[in-house]
């Protein structure tokens, strides 16, 4: 191959990559080059003399052209994917386990990592610098440097069987949700406001189906459909397919997959001294121990199940007294509690969606950035992209770019289900002033318009404090930047950010009616404000059984012979979990833990950023645009990276530790004995 752009200057805008000019068979030859070079380059500085200038700095300086071949590679694997990209994906998984674990278990490597480390107090250096040598010694250690002989090859091979298996775990979810789509006629769309309509049709016309109407097993196609069909079967035989993905009877099983991931894990935190799974991961986060997660799970679930079963017999109520002679069941929840809703706060979610277009909730997000932090959004269409559906802005703060953002918000057949943010290039100023370049990836259905329920523009929220905290990163060092925090500290940004979505001034200004201009009436804002806690028993409940049996799988001390499906099922019936509440995420599909090593014994974290998250927004009231606290937020949060120790980030931030009261009133579950 003569021509391939992994080997050529990027000259777009910022350096963004040519990702229109990116092709499968681009990879392999880049994937070499990078591979070779990375290697010469650790070998160099595993032959060089131990200080910082030749062992940290060269580390964060090596691997370049890996980090950018990487990069693009796990965006379009994840949001434009394809039969070739995925062959490669398989194929590549092993070899950077097996790279990345020779890099870990280099002898020479580590031992002048850690001469440094032991001499640490005596180097002159500054607090940033510091903080990355103790990151890289931890990393090194956590990763196997201090095993010998037989343990440290039966790490590697273990690392590489694992990467293997998420691959394949990932394929197999999403081939799962590619094979299926439930064509519909106008008969069968009983009870569907327009907006859900629309996007039905627009659905079966992407697929190119003869039926006029489909919804697919995404979750922005299957929710609505389960709140507002009036067809009980229907109902039914998509909620099954939506949760048996990754469970059914054919090739894309997961059952054994997560079988052997689970023993694999558990055998990789013996080898380097832990109990668990879950011991392991946890020593490196803001809880520290599985028990201080558990607690903070259990202290939440009490009122939370007591809410729900409160809920669940208001809504088997209103069965009866519609005269349904059938027990409430998990396909039925969102449709009666949209009914209940509507009852008792005469509030119809079907109202709101008219006001909550699109492009006016990304608008909303832009603009309670630039009231916080003074950026400004600028589009770019001068910067390439894989798809038509990719948007991009430049960032930029008092006339300065700081970065680049791009937004890939609806749901297409090749891209993975769910909502991410993930980056081409990190923030740092070792090597110059280096730029971000952020994605932020949602899928909502596409339609014209694209309306958004009120959950979904708070993912959009959400999606777009991650990308502030790589766009706002000011650190030096790459290891340091923008979202490497701890995974329990790292929803603090996002889930924080989702607050502003329901203040006043941002409803006011942008959630205006896509044909008329109106601005969101009182009347329904009010209703929206009053029915804000509404259902809170059930979500809170489905979050947090996927918590719990995340927990229970990686708290497993050998899971040879480990049967997933019967550990799930032996973990919620621990728990108590009602029978008509679905976790949120099954096991068989349970990208967030499978997937990758990311949230594994780790799902918990959203409940923990929670705490501070309900907690910290209590600096902003009664200004939710205090400039004060968002300076602190600012400085000690969004901009700090992995810097410092992140609960004492969390205290410069709001001036103390945080109180888990907040997230109960937040969600509206206070008791008196709670």
């Not at 009983?190 to 697929?207: C, I, N, V, Y």
């Not at 380097?272 to 799974?277: A, I, V």
């Not at 909303?364 to 948007?391: E, I, M, N, Q, W």
Request: glycine share 6%.
């Amino acid at each position: 191959m003569t021509e391939n752009p992994f080997f050529e200057d990027w000259t777009a805008p910022f350096g963004a990559p040519p990702l229109d000019r990116i092709r499968p068979e681009h990879f392999a030859p880049a994937y070499e080059r990078a591979l070779a070079e990375h290697d010469a380059q650790i070998a160099a500085i595993a032959a060089a003399p131990a200080s910082f200038e030749n062992t940290i700095i060269g580390l964060e300086k090596s691997g370049t052209l890996l980090g950018r071949v990487e990069a693009v590679f796990s965006t379009l694997t994840s949001s434009h994917t394809n039969d070739a990209l995925q062959e490669i994906e398989r194929e590549m998984a092993p070899r950077l386990s097996a790279h990345w674990s020779a890099l870990y278990l280099n002898a020479d490597l580590f031992a002048r990592i850690d001469a440094l480390y032991e001499t640490r107090a005596a180097l002159g250096l500054d607090a940033q610098s510091l903080r990355v040598l103790e990151r890289y010694h931890l990393d090194f250690v956590r990763q196997g440097a201090k095993l010998k002989g037989e343990a440290r090859a039966r790490l590697d091979a273990v690392g590489q069987r694992l990467a293997t298996l998420s691959t394949d775990f990932s394929q197999n979810v999403l081939a799962e949700e590619q094979g299926f789509v439930l064509a519909l006629q106008e008969s069968q769309l009983g009870g569907l406001p327009d907006f859900a309509r629309d996007a039905a049709a627009a659905t079966a016309k992407e697929r190119g189906l003869e039926a006029p109407f489909a919804v697919t097993l995404s979750r922005s196609s299957v929710e609505p459909f389960l709140q507002f069909s009036s067809d009980r079967g229907l109902r039914e035989q998509l909620f099954k397919a939506w949760t048996a993905r990754g469970a059914n009877d054919n090739k894309h099983n997961n059952r054994a997959i997560i079988a052997e991931i689970l023993a694999l894990r558990a055998e990789k935190a013996r080898l380097l001294g832990y109990k668990s799974y879950a011991d392991y991961k946890l020593a490196d986060s803001m809880a520290g121990t599985p028990a201080r997660a558990r607690a903070l799970l259990e202290q939440v679930w009490a009122p939370a199940r007591r809410r729900a079963l409160e809920e669940r017999d208001a809504l088997a109520a209103l069965i009866a007294e519609e005269g349904g002679n059938f027990k409430l069941a998990p396909w039925d929840w969102r449709y009666y509690a949209e009914r209940l809703r509507q009852k008792r706060y005469a509030f119809d979610e079907a109202e709101i969606k008219p006001y909550l277009e699109l492009t006016h909730m990304i608008e909303a997000a832009c603009f309670v950035a630039g009231k916080l932090f003074g950026l400004s959004f600028t589009p770019r269409r001068d910067v390439p992209v894989y798809h038509p559906d990719v948007l991009v802005w430049k960032v930029a703060r008092e006339g300065k770019s700081i970065g680049l953002f791009y937004g890939d918000y609806f749901a297409r057949e090749e891209k993975q289900d769910g909502a991410w943010m993930s980056s081409l290039r990190d923030q740092e100023t070792l090597d110059g002033n280096v730029l971000p370049l952020v994605f932020n990836n949602c899928n909502f259905v596409k339609s014209d318009p694209a309306l958004l329920s009120f959950d979904d523009a708070r993912t959009l929220f959400h999606e777009f404090g991650h990308a502030l905290h790589g766009l706002l990163s000011q650190v030096r060092y790459p290891r340091l930047s923008g979202t490497n925090v701890a995974r329990d500290f790292v929803e603090l940004p996002s889930q924080l950010y989702e607050h502003w979505l329901e203040e006043k001034q941002v409803l006011e200004g942008f959630a205006r009616h896509h044909r008329t201009g109106e601005a969101l009436p009182k009347v329904l804002l009010d209703k929206l404000v009053a029915a804000r806690n509404f259902n809170q028993g059930f979500a809170t409940v489905e979050l947090l059984a996927s918590a719990f049996v995340d927990m229970d799988l990686h708290a497993l001390e050998d899971g040879a012979g480990a049967d997933p499906a019967m550990l799930e099922a032996a973990s919620l019936a621990r728990i108590g979990m009602p029978a008509e509440i679905a976790m949120r995420h099954a096991s068989a599909h349970f990208g967030h833990v499978f997937s990758s090593d990311g949230y594994s014994a780790g799902y918990y974290s959203y409940l923990w950023s929670e705490v501070l998250d309900a907690d910290g927004f209590g600096a902003f009231k009664p200004d939710a645009f205090d400039p004060l606290a968002a300076r602190r937020l600012h400085d000690n949060i969004y901009a700090a990276g992995g810097t410092r120790d992140f609960a004492q980030a969390y205290r410069d931030f709001r001036g103390r530790d945080p109180e888990v009261k907040a997230l109960l009133a937040g969600r509206g579950l206070e008791t008196d004995d709670a």
